[in-house]
Structures are given as C-alpha cells and as structure tokens.
Antibody
Framework: QVLLVQSGAEVKKPGASVKVSCKASGFTFTSYGISWVRQAPGQGLEWVGWISNYNRNTNYAQKFQGRVTMTTDTSTSTVYMELRSLRSDDTAVYYC???????????WGQGTLVTVSS | DIQMTQSPSSLSASVGDRVTITCRASQSISSYLNWYQQKPGKAPKLLISAASSLQSGVPSRFSGSGSGTDFTLTISSLQPEDFASYFCQESYSSPPRFGGGTKVDIK
C-alpha cells in the first residue's frame, strides 16, 4: 500500500533551519509529485509547495519563496523539505502528501511537528 | 489568490443526522474542489475529489456536489466515526487554498 513516512519532531531556535524528510513506498515514485502542507496548532491547513519526483520541478507558495527548498532523491524514494530563517509562527505540523493530480493529495505522511522557540 | 469560505465553522449533530457543509470559492474553480476529513492528531484523508468523485474505500454516505463557486459535502446519515473536522480545498490554482474547516461534534 502507499506509505509516506516522515522524520521525527524537531525543536529549533528562531533563525535556524529545519529539514524534514518523507520516505515513500508502495508506488512508482517518479510517477507522482509530493506536496507539503502545514498546520499550525489548532489552525487550518496551509499549502507550502510541491515537487515533481519525475523532473524535480518545484512550485512554492509565494509566502515561502526564498525560505523553502524541496528536493527529491529518487534512489531512496525520499523527498525533503528545508525551511530556513525559522520564526515562531512556523511552529506547525508539516505533512507530505502524494499528489495524484493538480494538487489533490490522496495519501499523507503522519506529520512532523516543528517547534520554533527560543 | 482564490479564497475559500467554508461554513459552518462548527456544528453539533447526532448519529443518524443528515449533515451538510458548504464551501464557496471567491471565483469560479470549475469542479476543482476536494474534501478532506481530519481526526484529532491524524493526517487529513481525501474523501472526495473533483467536487463529486468519491475516493475508493470511502463510505457511500459521503457525497459531494457543486461547480463554479458553490460546493457541498453531505453526510447522509452521520456515524460515530464521522465526528471529525472537514476541509475543502480548491485545486484550480497555485497556491491551492483550503477552507477554514468545519468541526463536526456530538450533540
């Protein structure tokens, strides 16, 4: 079955960077893109960006442009999201999700809590 | 950017009730509308894509309708496992936007 397994929780100080991984299995990795979506505590869902596992094209929400980088390693079927210059309002659960078409996510990772605190 | 307005933000209902959640887009999104269910501490789950296409394994008591700017998620007979939050999402534009969510709890 489709499985996305994310790396564990992180605690970072303001200004630091975090890199979250998402290891995929159960499907042809290069046939799909991966979206990243975050959810601040008690809040709604916010799309961060997307990467194609086929050609490594990326599309980031303008809000995160310049601070986020998404990469993919086809040899290990793992996608990474790095967020830099962290602020307290970046505290959230970050999800990776398989994109089946046009930013429609049919399978999700378990989420990674990133806490930004001094 | 497209804005998605979901209503109500919360509702209380009983098992067996018919529940309707609406989602309105700030501009036409054709049928590029998805519905997700999220339970506390869990990742969202895709219920319906393209406004009305039920995902495999999702009970038939869930249905979606609408096109253009107005959409509806209906649960025909609420079951105990349906108490959760529901989010709409437009997949028409970039960035794709989510509605603010509807929390369905027990009356």
């Amino acid at each position: 079955q489709v499985l996305l397994v994310q790396s564990g929780a992180e605690v970072k100080k303001p200004g630091a960077s975090v890199k979250v991984s998402c290891k995929a299995s159960g499907f042809t990795f290069t046939s799909y893109g991966i979206s990243w979506v975050r959810q601040a505590p008690g809040q709604g869902l916010e799309w961060v960006g997307w990467i194609s596992n086929y050609n490594r094209n990326t599309n980031y929400a303008q809000k995160f442009q310049g601070r986020v980088t998404m990469t993919t390693d086809t040899s290990t079927s793992t996608v990474y999201m790095e967020l830099r210059s962290l602020r307290s309002d970046d505290t959230a659960v970050y999800y990776c999700a398989r994109d089946i078409v046009s930013y429609t996510a049919d399978s999700w990772g378990q989420g990674t809590l990133v806490t930004v605190s001094s | 950017d497209i804005q998605m307005t979901q209503s109500p933000s919360s509702l209380s209902a009983s098992v067996g009730d018919r529940v309707t959640i609406t989602c309105r887009a700030s501009q036409s999104i054709s049928s590029y509308l998805n519905w997700y269910q999220q339970k506390p501490g869990k990742a969202p789950k895709l219920l319906i894509s393209a406004a009305s296409s039920l995902q495999s394994g999702v009970p038939s008591r869930f249905s979606g309708s609408g096109s253009g700017t107005d959409f509806t998620l209906t649960i025909s007979s609420l079951q105990p496992e349906d108490f959760a939050s529901y989010f709409c999402q437009e997949s028409y534009s970039s960035p794709p936007r989510f509605g603010g969510g509807t929390k369905v709890d027990i009356k």
